[in-house]
């Protein structure tokens, strides 16, 4: 089975996956294209994330791209090809593109997006649906769906748990184009470093996730973020416990209370 998904990764025509001092990073390799969305892209895009996250030689996953763009949204010619679509197949395109960021939002693994160039419509949602988000300064981003006509629709279910209601609504409904800095002030993204040194900065920030933290701990905590929002108070609170004492007799909390107590050091890999 291994092999099998070995072989299916190398056939992939549009990502690349590679792993390394337990960072996974799944690479946008369409530059040509200023790595646009496609229906094969997104596909692909989802075997790598699944892949990913069943790797054990992975602990987080960094989402990077090759080129000037970090994700420029759909295709130009497959906006084209979209015109001739029915309601079922228009769907079902919807559907392909919203499991892909319920799968990045839900991984067990967390992800962290790169962004070397701009992020623009659905390239501008791929960063949004990743735990951790790193910028050039040069980067611009928007979500333009409403300048063609059409809906930024996913990604509001998202964007609206990140950054709130009203800025949300300015984002989606003026379609503007914003610099790094301004996504970074409005907590679309963490933080916004120059272009030399973008891939050291986010390999140091993953590899000390890996080496400080549990990956079980990671794992449960961001689940336990994804479902707080949509619990009731009260619910919520008992879903928290029960995660809580859940957590207290897993081999990780029992191996990081140790040396904690016997003040020596820990390295989670």
């Not at 930024?152 to 379609?175: C, D, H, M, N």
């Not at 919520?236 to 007799?249: T, V």
Request: with cysteine; aromatic share 8%.
């Amino acid at each position: 089975m291994e092999d099998m998904a070995t072989q299916e990764l190398e056939a992939l025509q549009y990502i690349r996956y590679e792993a390394n001092d337990a960072i996974g990073c799944i690479t946008l390799n369409r530059p040509e294209k200023r790595n646009a969305l496609s229906s094969e892209l997104v596909s692909e895009l989802k075997q790598a994330f699944e892949y990913a996250e069943n790797d054990p030689l992975c602990k987080v996953v960094v989402l990077r791209a090759e080129g000037p763009a970090f994700c420029a949204g759909a295709d130009l010619a497959y906006i084209q090809e979209l015109q001739g679509f029915g309601y079922n197949d228009n769907l079902a395109d919807s559907t392909h593109l919203m499991q892909l960021f319920h799968q990045i939002y839900t991984l067990k693994k967390i992800v962290i997006a790169q962004v070397q160039g701009h992020a623009l419509a659905g390239g501008c949602g791929l960063a949004t649906v990743c735990d951790f988000a790193f910028a050039v300064p040069e980067a611009r981003f928007g979500y333009t769906e409403v300048k063609i006509g059409f809906l930024p629709a996913i990604v509001s279910v998202f964007l609206l748990r990140k950054i709130g209601e009203a800025r949300t609504k300015q984002l989606l409904l003026t379609g503007d184009v914003f610099s790094a800095d301004k996504a970074a002030a409005y907590g679309l993204i963490n933080e916004v470093v120059f272009a030399d040194e973008l891939a050291e900065h986010v390999y140091q920030f993953a590899r000390r996730l890996c080496i400080e933290n549990s990956g079980q701990s990671m794992e449960v905590t961001k689940e336990m973020l994804a479902r707080m929002p949509e619990l009731p108070l009260e619910e919520s609170l008992r879903y928290a416990a029960r995660l809580n004492a859940e957590a207290r007799s897993t081999e990780d909390c029992q191996r990081g209370i140790a040396a904690f107590l016997n003040k020596e050091p820990i390295a989670w890999n």
